[in-house]
């Protein structure tokens, strides 16, 4: 015969003791589990008399209830009390972070302008999304110029007044922040303006439809061509160092007149001619020139009374050239194992 007082004295004195969810188990397990006290009892009542039945009967019923009822009440105050099973366990030593860094295009960026800061210009940034006006014929490109086949990028429809028609365009240089900066400041001004800038280029080894650019402008009264090439010089000796020599070769681009390509010896022959200059022992890197007239006309600059340089550079062309990187695909792909070399 089962006593059920003492058993229920039991229970409530384990229950009271029950101080996590794990413990809170192994008593469910103990009472109302398939080898529980209360199947026990249930299984028992075949080899008891008959008279002794209903009263065991209705005591397993209600140790089952009783037990239930004390569980329930036991896990709301674990709950409340905020001891759980999976509580977090401040003792156990924590999982190591990935650090990032700067991609190695935002470095060289980062590393251009500073140098441009250090000698007196400050950092602008222009919209990714032109009007014709800023890219093209405010550069002295009118609408039936050749150079216009090799710019003529992605046209976004708009609303946009500004735009004087129903297309705006990803400017495929950022010659267009000269613009902006001329219509927003009078000079003196000296400007660089980083971005990604956008071709109807097809992707290979040296081409790809968005890259990024450095544009310079510096407009003041009596700026010379002497100015130019003094910049530009101490420009390339510190970011390519001292040693290095440079040429300026006469070019033409429709919004400065004189224009010229600027030229460095090959870091990686000397000058003596190598696969990656060509075997010329030269390699190009920027483009610049004085501000055409036309230009300063455009942005509504009083004739003849500034004068200016402006120059543009290609951020991939300045990191490949510095690190001896050969595809310029590579800077797009996120291949970390390229990435953290730098
Ligand atoms: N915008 C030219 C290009 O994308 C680069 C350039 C050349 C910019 C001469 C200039 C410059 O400011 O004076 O090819």
Same mark, same amino acid.
């Given at each position: ?130 009007? /014709? *006006?800023?890219?093209?014929? $405010?550069?002295? @490109? &009118? ?5 216009? +086949? %090799?710019? !003529? ?30 219509? /927003? *400041?009078?000079?003196?001004? $000296?400007?660089? @303006? &980083? ?5 109807? +280029? %097809?992707? !290979? ?138």
């Amino acid at each position: 015969m089962w006593n059920f007082q003492e058993i229920e004295e039991q229970v409530k004195q384990e229950i009271a003791a029950v101080a996590d969810a794990k413990a809170l188990e192994a008593f469910r397990i103990k009472f109302l589990g398939k080898k529980g006290l209360v199947q026990e009892i249930y299984a028992s009542l075949g080899t008891l008399p008959k008279e002794e039945k209903p009263v065991v009967g209705k005591g397993a019923n209600d140790l089952r209830n009783l037990v239930t009822a004390l569980m329930k009440e036991k896990a709301g105050s674990l709950q409340k009390s905020g001891v759980k099973e999976d509580a977090i366990d401040v003792t156990i030593p924590g999982v190591a972070q990935l650090q990032g860094h700067k991609h190695i295009l935002t470095q060289t960026v980062d590393e251009i302008c500073k140098i441009f800061e250090g000698l007196g210009f400050v950092v602008h940034e222009s919209p990714e999304m032109e009007t /014709e *006006f800023h890219n093209f014929s $405010a550069l002295n @490109i &009118p609408v039936d110029h050749p150079s216009r +086949d %090799a710019f !003529d990028t992605f046209y976004l429809e708009t609303k946009d007044p500004d735009a004087k028609g129903r297309y705006k365009l990803l400017r495929s240089h950022t010659s267009p922040g000269q613009i902006h900066i001329m219509k /927003e *400041f009078e000079p003196p001004l $000296a400007v660089v @303006i &980083p971005g990604k800038v956008y071709r109807p +280029d %097809a992707v !290979d080894a040296s081409h790809s439809f968005m890259f990024h650019q450095i544009e310079g402008l510096l407009v003041d009264k009596d700026v010379k061509f002497s100015d130019l090439k003094g910049l530009l010089t101490e420009f390339c000796k510190r970011l390519f160092g001292k040693d290095i020599k440079m040429r300026f070769r006469p070019h033409f681009f429709p919004f400065t007149e004189p224009s010229a390509e600027v030229d460095i010896s090959c870091y990686i022959c000397g000058g003596k001619g190598c696969s990656v200059c060509g075997r010329n022992g030269w390699l190009e890197i920027l483009g610049c020139g004085m501000v055409h007239p036309h230009v300063f006309e455009a942005v509504g600059y009083k004739k003849g009374k500034y004068t200016g340089l402006a120059f543009g550079m290609g951020v991939e062309r300045m990191a490949m050239l510095k690190h001896g990187i050969h595809d310029i695909r590579i800077f797009y792909e996120n291949d970390i194992r390229f990435l953290k070399q730098f």
